[in-house]
């Protein structure tokens, strides 16, 4: 849940969090990096961190994951200047996004095949609910302070967290082999690093924080001059390149402890996966969906992500042992990722457009549209449990083939709906609360049926493809989505007697939405009839027939 609202909490924090960056309104462009440094972070490394979480004990991976989440909060909360900034939110979406496929691993190393719906329902719930608190909890924050005491409470929620894993979780996330994770180093070694360090904490932290006592004082000023003069950076000065050498430092020193861990992992596929799904999402998570697919650097990362792709398959056939090991995408795996990209794809459409066609009747703010949203994000998680309960009596495919038709019949409805459909409080919320409620009936089934199918020492892996396989679905259904509709919107607007007349133009922004709407009832429906592929029996019910 945490992770979940990190994603969405800088909704309302976004201008202002611009202007601590030294950035205008009227530079909202420039702004996008702070989104998707997280979206980047948060599904680049997945596959990594998913083979991980199968090498060592998930409550490693947790507090690991939770650990880098904290630094990227604090280093926000302190940055006052953009590439900051954005490294911050690049190691909020990384911890963020570990977090998933090692909690998925967890229930299915503490559940056996068929008593998992509930727990995997309650994940899929709370994650889902982080959606919903997320903008609000912002909203809340910017009552009562600034916009740095949002990824100031971030640090105390992620600190909380790890303690009481730590103190809760000592059994929990059983390693498979645990006794090869990586060589002891001696106590003076680990002393020397421990030091390293703490001098790169206190240096990092005085580059980014730069109390105002030493920067204006004569005798201690000089390390927080910045190298360029008149640039105002607080990393590019004397004390900012000390913490950055403290922290190659350290990494050098420390390298012995997590290298040959990485490298088991197949850092090289690792890599070339990043680097691949990195390219996809700079593409079109910086493209303005209201006017543009891709992004300003998409056709330079596009040809670099298809190399990394076939690189990435190169290695799977060539590496003794792959990132993805043969024989992990079996069975039920692979048709639960295909529904997981088509309900990404349903679920961005949702997202993003039901905000849009509210703010097309000309009169509604970006938080009034936003506020509209909600009644289909509260139905979310609602579904997500009410899907984990029907698993102990019906088979996967039973319970997420149904919440999808069942969301592809709300959006068809929605691709009916006109500028002044949302005026209709009852009957909007109605459909809203019925695709909520379908797309969350899905999330347990999904996970379920891949995780039942998965390999015993691949639960990690399994997780991290199937988030990874929503991730994609949302980016890339948002992008070729809206190139249909913005298609159809500049039809619409050729045949206008007067191209000029707003109030024309806002209705051939309605047929942009509708068709998009309709796209994503397409995508709904697909993954409704390849949802039956996930089963129809529960395994509770067939081990108890069986014994």
Sequence with gaps: MLAAADTYVVVLALPDMMAGAGLGIQALQRGTPIISGFLLGYIAVLPLIGRLADLVPRRHILIACLAIFVV???????????????????????????????TLALVADLWPPGRRGMPLGLVGAVQELGAVLGPLLGAAVLLVSTWRAIFWLNVTLGVLCALAIWALGRTAGRSRDEGAVARRSSRLMSLLI?????????????????????????????????????????????????????????????????????LRADLLGATLVALALGSLVLTFSSADPETEVLGPWGLWLLPVGAVAVVGFVIRQRTAADPLVAPGVVRGRVGPALVVSL??????????????????????????????????????VPVGAVLGGLLLRRI????????????????LVVMATWTRGSLAEDVSTTLVLAAAGLGVGLAIAPVNDAALADARDDAHGTVSSLVVVARMVGMVVGLALLTAVGLRRFYDAVALLPDPTDAQALLDAGVVQVQTVFTGAAIAAALAALLALRLGRRS?????????
């Design 342 to 379: 088509l309900v990404g794809a349903a679920l961005v459409a949702i997202v993003v457009d039901v905000p849009l066609l509210a703010r097309l009747d000309g009169e509604t703010t970006q938080t009034q549209a936003a506020l509209v949203l909600v009644r289909f994000l509260v139905a």
């Design 539 to 547: 395994a509770d019910r067939d081990r108890v027939t069986a014994s």
């Design 72 to 102: 990227g909060s604090a280093v926000t909360a302190v940055a006052v200047e953009l590439p900051v900034m954005v490294g911050g939110r690049f190691l909020q979406g990384l911890g963020g996004g570990g977090l998933v496929p090692a």
């Design 395 to 410: 088979g996967p495919g039973l319970v997420a083939a149904p919440g999808l038709a069942l969301a592809a019949g709300a």
């Design 194 to 262: 421990v030091v390293v360090a703490l001098i790169a904490t206190v240096l990092t932290v005085l580059a980014l924080w730069a109390p105002q006592a030493l920067v204006t004082s004569v005798a201690y000023g000089e390390p927080f001059v910045p190298l360029a003069p008149g640039s105002g950076s607080r990393a590019a000065t004397p004390i900012g390149l000390a913490a950055a050498v403290a922290i190659l430092v350290l990494g050098l020193l420390s390298a012995p402890r997590w290298l040959p861990l990485l």
